[in-house]
């Protein structure tokens, strides 16, 4: 019995006398605001109109209009590094996330795993009293995680969080998204035929999850992260959006630097006499082509025309998903609730230059090492936005909403890739309305911040483990400071796929190196140093004049490089880093079984067929009328699919959505038992990295069908649209039939996929044996 109990104990109930202090949940200190924490994706400071940018905002204008607007405020360059220092506090490396999850590399920095000496801000709030949700993406769950099978230990739920609805994942397609609510995987409540975009969704939850508390709870504050999948590709929005913008980027990305830096200086965003960067300022030797940024008047008509509407798509996909969360502050403000609401409205990281110089209109093909064809691009330019193409726009597009800094998503060193919007709303508890701040902050002061205002402290000790302390520092003092004044700040590294950089005391050293090239060598990078606190677009390179100055700041850098597990740094291609070999739950083997009316299996823990030879066997019982999917993995934008259509067997390889499908078709099945199949054996390796090879479909021992047929060697899609038996889940991967086409009118036993050196007819019978005896 705990010695905190007060109460007295006798024989009889009668003569005792009860205490239920010991056994009090924890409640908020008095007047604790509600915390809402709202973080877009892949956003330069110069998209939206709080800052001067195109992309219309209501709903932010309208925050900012009553709260503050910070233009000096940073995060980490990237996705999954960035929302671990919203968790925890900590930085990226501490965390173990110095790379986004599906790039982890089995190093203290980079294991994909939180230390238990980071607890996050959605533990210590739980534990204080408060009601915890996430909603929308959470890109911080291992690879080999991400299955109905896998441990639970890194999901939201075991994070802190009473409630989750969103993604596990970097991305996911906004009509047929990859759903997870709580602890288990779903498919979407609806269809784009019915109305459905993710943005809708995702806001419908958060607000359903909200007013549930605050009728049974309405005392309990709560915490809420809604991390909606916009700025993020797929560039998708309803059409009406993207029409809005028709004819609004026209004048090109090198004109929209010049107009919207105009606009920033008067604004207030930018100080009089900001510098203009150069679009492409990466010395030949060190840039990365897929990030050349081509100049606009180069381009071709067909090319502007194709850009422009890219752009506009973007836009509509931003305004979109803010006219959507506009209806979660109407909710708000209509309940009462968002007077004492802290808002944090921002982005994870700058814009993305993951579109290539070309843009493109399936974003897997930049994770697969394959170019863009302008040809191709041209040819969907009506469908952009919509469920039949997978967008993004081009580098030039990225520079132009990282305006005025060099570069972009990806390249830590400069701000381009790091300085993203911040606005912070809360009526309650901020005198200032409508002003600027240009403190200078980072990703990691958040936690700080809510814990701050709040009024508590982060436990030195947090379930019998003595935590690490906050590498962040409280926003709180600038609420009411004034807009020049100075921060509390002193220092924050950055580094990121090989890029590097320190800022310390208004003064910034930049390391020389292309993220994702592979050159190594990161002992002969140069460095170049800018004043910020005067140069805020670092346009100016101070090495020169003040050697002893940079010096001290490299030297810096390296000092919190090893307190934060920084090292070792990995600037190796995207396709090498995301295809690395990493542990699994499941001891490797070279036949995987799968059975009809199983969820998907995501792609992470799937059966790898990517750069090797494979076979496909299925034991079918086919009947008179017999139709639908055996076997789909991957969607229209990358995958392969086995499947009966007007009494025949067909085989479809979806390279990177590139047309026309690679399709294998039998002649007409007899009833009866059979053994459907497919073999592809890879012969080489294509000019980017594909493999070549030979197809055969095969009815029973027969081969039915056969020829030449490429594949992948990068992932399906980063969003999983995972491995299925029977059906065809989310995005159909072949334009032959409609999602999900489920199996029917016969019997489908199982299907068996082998990645070993055997041949297809050596395993037939053994792999038909195995799955009888199931």
């Keep these: 019995m705990s010695n905190s109990f007060n109460g007295t104990i006798k024989l009889d109930v009668r003569d005792s006398v009860p205490d239920w202090s010991p056994f009090e949940l924890p409640k908020a200190p008095e007047g604790a605001p509600n915390i809402l924490v709202i973080l877009y994706d892949d956003t330069g400071m110069a998209s939206w109109s709080p800052y001067g940018g195109r992309i219309n905002m209501p709903t932010l204008d309208r925050l900012a209009q009553n709260g503050l607007t910070y233009t000096q405020w940073h995060t980490t360059a990237i996705c999954s590094p960035t929302r671990s220092t919203f968790l925890t506090g900590r930085n990226h490396h501490a965390n173990g996330i110095g790379i986004i999850m599906e790039g982890t590399n089995g190093f203290p920095g980079y294991s994909g795993r939180f230390p238990k000496e980071c607890a996050t801000i959605g533990q210590v709030l739980q534990d204080t009293g408060y009601s915890t949700f996430w909603v929308g993406k959470d890109h911080n769950v291992p690879e080999e995680d991400i299955s109905a099978g896998g441990s639970k230990s890194a999901w939201p739920l075991a994070m802190g969080f009473d409630r989750f609805y969103g993604f596990l994942g970097g991305e996911t397609n906004q009509w047929y998204p990859d759903l997870v609510e709580d602890n288990r995987f779903i498919e979407a409540p609806y269809t784009p035929e019915e109305g ?9 939850q958060t607000i359903r999850m909200i007013r549930d508390q605050n009728s049974s709870n309405p005392s309990k504050p709560w915490f809420t992260w809604f991390c909606p999948g916009a700025n993020h590709a ?22 929209y630097r010049t107009w919207v830096l105009e606009r920033m200086v008067e604004r207030g965003i930018m100080p009089e006499g900001t510098d203009l960067t150069p679009l492409n300022p990466m010395p030949d030797d060190q840039a990365n082509e897929a990030d050349y940024v081509k100049p606009w008047e180069s381009l071709s008509d067909d090319e502007k025309r194709l850009f422009s509407r890219m752009a506009e798509v973007f836009a509509g996909f931003s305004e979109y998903t803010d006219t959507q969360i506009g209806r979660l502050i109407d909710y708000l403000e209509e309940s009462g609730q968002l007077d004492n609401t802290l808002i ?16 493109s209109v399936n974003e897997n093909k930049f994770f697969n090492g394959f170019p863009d064809d302008l040809a191709e691009n041209l040819t969907m330019i009506d469908e952009l936005g919509g469920p039949a193409a997978y967008n993004h726009y081009p580098t030039g597009w990225a520079a132009a909403f990282s305006t005025p800094f060099k570069m972009f998503k990806r390249y830590a060193q400069f701000s381009g890739g790091t300085c993203d919007p911040m606005i912070i709303h809360w009526p309650a508890g901020i005198k200032a309305k409508g002003e600027v701040r240009h403190q200078y902050h980072h990703s990691v002061d958040i936690v700080a911040t809510i814990l701050d205002v709040i009024g508590i402290e982060f436990p030195e000790v947090y379930r019998g483990v003595k935590q690490r302390p906050l590498a962040g520092v409280s926003m709180k003092y600038s609420f009411d400071a004034e807009p020049d004044g100075p921060t509390e700040k002193q220092v924050q590294y950055y580094s990121m796929l090989g890029t590097r950089g320190i800022w310390k005391d208004g003064w910034k050293a930049s390391a020389i190196h292309a993220p994702l ?47 934060n597990n920084v090292y070792p740094l990995d600037d190796r291609p995207a396709r090498e880093q995301l295809t690395i070999e990493r542990p699994q739950a499941e001891p490797p083997r070279t036949r995987y079984v799968y059975y009809p009316e199983t969820g998907a299996v995501p792609e992470s823990v799937a059966v790898n067929v990517r750069g090797r030879s494979f076979k496909i066997i299925a034991d079918v019982e086919v009947e008179a009328g017999t139709q639908g999917v055996i076997f789909a993995h991957g969607s229209r934008f990358g995958g392969h699919s086995l499947f009966i259509k007007d009494g025949r067997l067909n085989y479809v390889y979806n390279f990177l959505g590139i047309p026309p499908e690679q399709t294998f078709t039998s002649e007409a099945l007899t009833a009866g038992k059979h053994a459907l199949g497919m073999e592809f054996i890879r012969e080489r390796a294509g000019e980017h990295g594909e493999s070549i090879g030979t197809c055969k479909l095969y009815v029973d021992d027969q081969v039915v069908a056969e020829g030449p047929m490429r594949a992948q060697v990068g992932k399906f899609t980063l969003c999983g649209d995972g491995l299925c038996i029977g059906y065809d889940s989310a995005d159909a991967v072949s334009g032959q039939y409609t999602n999900p086409f489920p199996f029917s009118g016969g ?26 005896r199931e």
């Excluded at 921002?346 to 993951?354: I, L, Q, R, V, Y």
């Excluded at 346009?539 to 700041?553: F, M, V």
Aim: hydrophobic share 30%; net charge negative.
């Design 517 to 563: 090239t592979g050159h190594g060598h990161f002992d002969n990078d140069a460095w170049e140093l800018y004043h910020v606190e005067e140069d805020r677009s670092e346009s100016r390179n101070l090495a020169t004049e003040h050697p002893e100055k940079l010096q001290e700041l490299i030297e810096v850098f390296d000092t919190e490089a090893r307190a």
């Design 344 to 359: 944090f409205y921002c982005a994870d990281n700058g814009a993305s230059g993951e579109g290539s110089p070309d843009g």
């Design 234 to 255: 797929p560039h998708h929005a309803p059409q009406e959006y993207i029409d809005k913008y028709k004819g609004k980027f026209d004048d090109g990305y090198d004109a």
């Design 196 to 204: 459905y975009h993710l943005s809708k969704d995702l806001t419908d």
């Design 747 to 772: 019997k489908l036993l199982g299907v068996a996929v082998d990645v070993s050196d055997e041949q297809y007819l050596d395993l037939e019978l053994e792999a038909l044996a195995a799955l009888a």
